[in-house]
Antibody, heavy 116, light 108 residues
Framework: QVHLVQSGAEVKKPGASVKVSCKAS????????INWVRQATGQGLEWMGW????????GHAQKFQGRVTMTRDTSISTAYMELSSLRSEDTAVYYC?????????WGQGTLVTVSS | DIQMTQSPSSLSASVGDRVTITCRAS??????LAWYQQKPGKAPKRLIY???SLQSGVPSRFSGSGSGTEFTLTISSLQPEDFATYYC??????????FGGGTKVEIK
């Protein structure tokens, strides 16, 4: 059974960085892209970027240019998303999702709170 | 990038009602569209993929239709557990993925 399990909630100060992990199980980790999506409280779903776990190739939405880094460790089937220069507007729940066509399996979400 | 316009943004309905939600793409996406249900505090759950294919385990009262630029999610008889927010997602020109703005289905 496919599972994506994310790391726990984080509280960060403005200007800091956060790194969220997403551990995959139940399928070949390198066979499907991992995407990251975030959702501010009461708002819709916002696509952040993607990673091919096999090649390590990544891409991201323009608004995160220079601030987001997506990596992986294939030995432990885990993807990571690091967001830097955090500001209050980055307070949101961050999701990883497996993508095969559309996003079929999602992690449980990680709440990142940015507050001084 | 392709834009997805979802309507209505919210609706009130009663148990047993037929509910229809629409998503319009700014350009053709063939059938590369999915529908999701999201309940408070939970991750989105895929209901429909490839515009009209029902995800395994999803009740048959959910159905999707459309192709190109116009898509519809229909709930044939609304149940109490269906009160949630629904999103469409296009993946025609992935990456990126593009979500609709969401439709909140509330109890009348």
């Amino acid at each position: 059974q496919v599972h994506l399990v994310q790391s726990g909630a984080e509280v960060k100060k403005p200007g800091a960085s956060v790194k969220v992990s997403c551990k995959a199980s139940g399928y070949p980790f390198t066979s499907y892209d991992i995407n990251w999506v975030r959702q501010a409280t009461g708002q819709g779903l916002e696509w952040m970027g993607w990673m091919n776990p096999n090649s390590g190739k990544t891409g991201h939405a323009q608004k995160f240019q220079g601030r987001v880094t997506m990596t992986r460790d294939t030995s432990i089937s885990t993807a990571y998303m690091e967001l830097s220069s955090l500001r209050s507007e980055d307070t949101a729940v961050y999701y990883c999702a497996r993508v095969y066509g559309s996003a079929d399996y999602w992690g449980q979400g990680t709440l990142v709170t940015v507050s001084s | 990038d392709i834009q997805m316009t979802q309507s209505p943004s919210s609706l009130s309905a009663s148990v047993g009602d037929r509910v229809t939600i629409t998503c319009r793409a700014s350009q053709g996406v063939r059938n590369e569209l999915a529908w999701y249900q999201q309940k408070p505090g939970k991750a989105p759950k895929r209901l429909i993929y490839a515009a009209s294919s029902l995800q395994s385990g999803v009740p048959s009262r959910f159905s999707g239709s459309g192709s190109g630029t116009e898509f519809t999610l229909t709930i044939s008889s609304l149940q109490p557990e269906d009160f949630a927010t629904y999103y469409c997602l296009q993946h025609h020109n992935y990456p990126p993925l593009t979500f609709g703005g969401g439709t909140k289905v509330e109890i009348k």
